[in-house]
């Protein structure tokens, strides 16, 4: 994870993933289902058509038809402005969840999915995801990093 503090307090954050030499398929999957459901959520972020709680509920289904889990907890807000105060964010978890996208804004997305191990356990989980940040323009989330979001693997 990397985070740049800019001016006016706002925040560029990503976040990709890497293997040290060829990765198991368990873990080429999950990443693989992070991007997936990262990229769904993205491409509902529309300005003045959608809020952060419809984007919310959205995600979790989807996730769901992949069999997969979104981890949804207080303290754990996967989609929100970067500004420093109240004022200048959108946030899942207060009044501003409810408000349609507006052109402009600057929104980190990071939703958290579970991928279960039913044949090793019943309580055994794997959460993974992926961190970007966009801003909203007319047309829907222009990406502010530029960095491909594949699973990175390194070879010595």
């Known amino acids: 994870l990397f985070e740049v503090p800019g001016p006016g307090h706002q925040v560029i954050a990503f976040e990709r993933h890497y293997s040290i030499g060829e990765p198991s398929k368990g ?3 999950s990443v693989e289902n ?19 709680a ?11 038809t992949l069999g997969l889990e979104l981890r949804e907890s207080l303290g754990w807000n996967w989609m929100h402005g970067m500004g420093a105060f109240f004022y200048d964010q959108y ?17 980190h997305c990071h939703p958290l999915i579970y991928r279960t191990f039913p044949d090793l356990g019943p309580n055994v989980r ?4 992926l961190v970007n940040t966009y801003r909203i323009g007319p047309d829907g989330a222009e990406d502010l990093v530029g ?10």
Do not use: F
């Open 126 to 129: 794997e959460g993974i995801h």
């Open 27 to 29: 873990y080429r999957e």
């Open 91 to 107: 946030s899942l978890e207060d009044y501003t969840e409810d408000l349609p996208l507006q052109e402009g804004i600057m929104l």
């Open 147 to 156: 960095m491909p979001k594949d699973l990175i693997v390194l070879y010595a």
């Open 34 to 52: 992070a991007i997936r459901v990262h990229e769904y959520a993205v491409s509902l972020m529309k300005p003045d058509d959608i809020s952060l």
């Open 54 to 64: 419809q984007i919310a509920v959205k995600t979790r289904k989807y996730a769901n």
